[in-house]
């Protein structure tokens, strides 16, 4: 909208020299024209100047700590300060922070997003599982023990034993009729020693 703004200004008063502003024009930006002072200007912007949060990759302006105090946080929540090495204390009841923790410095870029603020234990379990059972498939495709892997490589190797005995059972030969000269002795000797 400032873009075109611009263009028709441009257009209107034939002043060619405004075009050089849109290049200028990228992201969030705005444009205060003034005849006054602008220091004062500048104090008035400086008023209402709120904070923004923070993004991917972006710089620091200025430093970022954790302020000693209440948090209001009641104390089942003291894992979110412990993930940001942030030392807490239980106090009547709600988690307070005892010392000011610098988490970021002016200058430092943005690492994380801040989705990774809202993760719960259960998204947590859930990457867990998924890189687990990823290990376990690889560990089965390529026949590989790995810890993971091992109660499925014991059950499939049961099963398949299960499934060949019936199969060898039919493949053993029935032993021929048995006589009793074969085990070193026979029924009729008795009678042949008098």
Same mark, same amino acid.
């Given at each position: ?18 075009l ?5 024009l ?13 220091? @004062? =200007?500048?104090?008035?912007?400086a *008023?209402y100047?709120? &904070?923004?949060?923070?993004? +991917?990759?972006? %710089? ?6 954790v ?14 300060? @412990? =993930?940001?090495?942030?030392?807490? *204390?239980?106090?009547? &009841?709600?988690?307070?922070? +005892?010392?000011? %923790? ?5 200058g ?8 990774v603020?809202n ?59 048995e006589s009793?000269d074969?085990?070193?002795f026979?029924?009729?000797?008795y009678?042949?020693l008098?």
């Amino acid at each position: 909208m400032t873009k075109r703004s611009i263009r028709m200004h441009a257009e209107k008063t034939a002043n060619q020299a405004f075009l050089n502003l849109i290049p200028l024009l990228q992201e969030d930006v705005g444009l205060i024209f003034t005849k006054g002072d602008l220091k @004062q =200007v500048n104090e008035e912007v400086a *008023k209402y100047k709120v &904070g923004a949060p923070a993004r +991917v990759g972006l %710089v620091a302006p200025i430093d970022v700590v954790v302020p000693i105090g209440n948090t209001g946080v009641d104390p089942s929540q003291t894992s979110f300060s @412990q =993930v940001l090495n942030i030392p807490p *204390k239980i106090n009547k &009841g709600t988690v307070e922070i +005892v010392t000011p %923790v610098e988490l970021m410095k002016k200058g430092d870029k943005v690492v994380f997003s801040p989705v990774v603020l809202n993760l719960t234990e259960n998204d947590l379990i859930e990457k867990f599982a998924t890189g687990v059972s990823m290990v376990t498939a690889l560990s089965l495709a390529i026949s590989y023990l790995a810890l993971a892997a091992a109660p499925h490589m014991l059950t499939n190797g049961y099963v398949l034993a299960v499934a060949a005995a019936p199969a060898e059972e039919e493949k053993k030969p029935e032993p021929d009729e048995e006589s009793n000269d074969d085990m070193g002795f026979s029924l009729f000797d008795y009678f042949y020693l008098y």
